[in-house]
């Protein structure tokens, strides 16, 4: 029996009628209360990414409960928010905090610290976040490597990285100016894998001059504990400025990273007046010839020995 186009469509339309009859009670049974939505409601839609985030440090929000912290019930929401409405909508940004770039990079920021304010409480008075970046420009909350500290995997920046520079590598997507003086002669081993940017820097601390250079000078004292002291005579220099008024600790042309090429080159840039005895020496004299203890001395205020 051949049955008309009009009869055809009177029975699309009440199959399509009963499918979402069917559907509705359920859909909206899940909505209802954000205790019916769970991880697994996610993954109907986001099935790949939900698997993958077994292996991610934040599914310790569902494995341990700490969703409650954000004042949610399993792990999506702690993030995304009440996921309700995006349930019952059947998908869309709109509903959900989506982390999206017409987000202000503090209120991105303020979500992720809902959590991490104990761990990082002064990042929005680090450089990071006074330059408005967020945490979801390093991190990226889906990833799915455990040892990555959920940081994004950027492509490779020229053979400087070549899988070496391991978490340093996302540094260098908007430092490049400072990663191009690692490839200068006298430099720290960061290309070669052996130091990585946190090994010097905080990214989400506020960092000071007693951290990077002048009194104390913790990030050098970590490996360079012999040239610290304490001295009886210190180097004036180093007491105010630091490490970093001699050398340049990303990279150099000087075998010792001076910031100058020749030795003289550097101590004269302070000591502009020298005794009339120095007046034969030149630019190519090596002032630690005699001045052998120029980091500090317990013996000598001109740093003889």
Do not use: W
């Amino acid at each position: 029996m051949k049955l008309s186009r009009f009869t055809l469509l009177a029975f699309a339309t009440v199959a399509f009628l009963l499918v979402t009859a069917t559907q509705a009670p359920a859909r909206q049974a899940a909505a209802s209360g954000s205790q019916q939505i769970n991880a697994s409601t996610c993954a109907d839609c986001h099935d790949q990414r939900v698997a993958n985030f077994a292996h991610n440090p934040h599914s310790v929000l569902d494995t341990e409960g700490l969703a409650s912290k954000a004042g949610a019930k399993f792990s999506c929401a702690a993030c995304h928010g009440d996921v309700s409405k995006h349930v019952e909508e059947g998908g869309g940004t709109g509903s959900i905090f989506a982390f999206g770039d017409s987000v202000p990079a503090s209120v991105k920021s303020q979500r992720c610290l809902t959590c991490h304010a104990d761990v990082h409480p002064n990042f929005m008075q680090g450089p990071h976040g006074k330059a408005g970046i967020s945490c979801t420009d390093c991190h990226s909350i889906h990833n799915s490597d455990p040892n990555s500290h959920v940081l994004l995997k950027p492509a490779p920046v020229g053979s400087m990285i070549a899988g070496r520079m391991g978490n340093s590598a996302v540094c260098v997507t908007c430092h490049g100016d400072i990663a191009s003086r690692f490839k200068l002669t006298s430099h720290h081993r960061l290309q070669e894998g052996i130091l990585e940017c946190t090994s010097c820097h905080n990214p989400h601390d506020v960092q000071t001059r007693t951290m990077l250079g002048g009194f104390k000078q913790e990030a050098c004292a970590k490996c360079h504990a012999d040239k610290t002291g304490p001295y009886i005579y210190e180097h004036g220099s180093v007491r105010v400025e630091g490490c970093t008024a001699c050398h340049d600790p990303h990279g150099s042309v000087n075998r010792h990273q001076l910031k100058f090429q020749k030795e003289a080159e550097l101590c004269l840039s302070c000591h502009t007046e020298i005794p009339s005895f120095h007046s034969r020496f030149t630019l190519d004299t090596n002032c630690t010839n005699c001045h052998t203890s120029i980091h500090g001395s317990n013996f000598s205020q001109f740093f003889l020995q």
